[in-house]
């Protein structure tokens, strides 16, 4: 079994570093990741993401919570992303969304970097913004506490 990890590297939800990078339809994302996707992120010029959904998670105080990893494994580059909604005290969402992308045909580091920001895209494209909101104020409600923002309303 060969084993390649020159280009691997994990992001869970306990590496929390709030970003502010600057992509052209969103000057400031509010995002909760490691310091590895916001840094691919940067070098890709921003995040993916529109100013529809941008103004979604300002509006509503929400961050994305991104999860993913990126390897070569077995002769194939191999990315995943998993995105979530979270609030500014961590409270994360159930509903979620995920992408991967796999290419078999070349298996190096730099084309695992390269299918974790189009799953990165194809996530944050998908996702259902409103849904996972709302999954957010059913988790409130369950423990008791007022979602944050709806006394504003």
């Known amino acids: 079994m060969k084993k390649s990890l020159s280009f691997a590297f994990l992001l869970s939800t306990s590496l929390y570093a709030a970003t502010a990078a600057a992509s052209s339809a969103c000057p400031s994302v509010p995002v909760t990741t490691s310091p590895q996707i916001n840094s691919l992120v940067k070098l890709k010029g921003g995040w993916p993401i529109s100013e529809a959904q941008c103004a ?3 509006k509503h105080n929400l961050q994305l919570h ?4 990126a390897k070569v494994l ?3 580059s191999v990315a995943w992303v998993a995105l979530r909604l979270a ?4 409270l994360v969402s159930g509903e979620f969304m995920s992408s991967t992308h796999v290419d078999s045909g070349r298996a190096d580091s730099s084309r695992a970097e ?3 920001y189009l799953s990165l895209e194809s996530t944050i494209a998908q996702m ?3 849904g996972a909101a709302r999954s957010l104020d059913g988790l409130l409600i369950a423990s008791g506490q007022k979602a944050a ?5």
Request: glycine share 8%; aromatic share 8%.
């Open 56 to 58: 979604f998670l300002h």
């Open 66 to 69: 991104v999860t993913a990893d």
């Open 74 to 76: 077995s002769g194939a």
């Open 87 to 90: 609030r500014k005290d961590r």
């Open 114 to 116: 390269e299918l974790l």
């Open 128 to 130: 259902d913004y409103e």
């Open 149 to 153: 923002g709806k006394a504003a309303k």
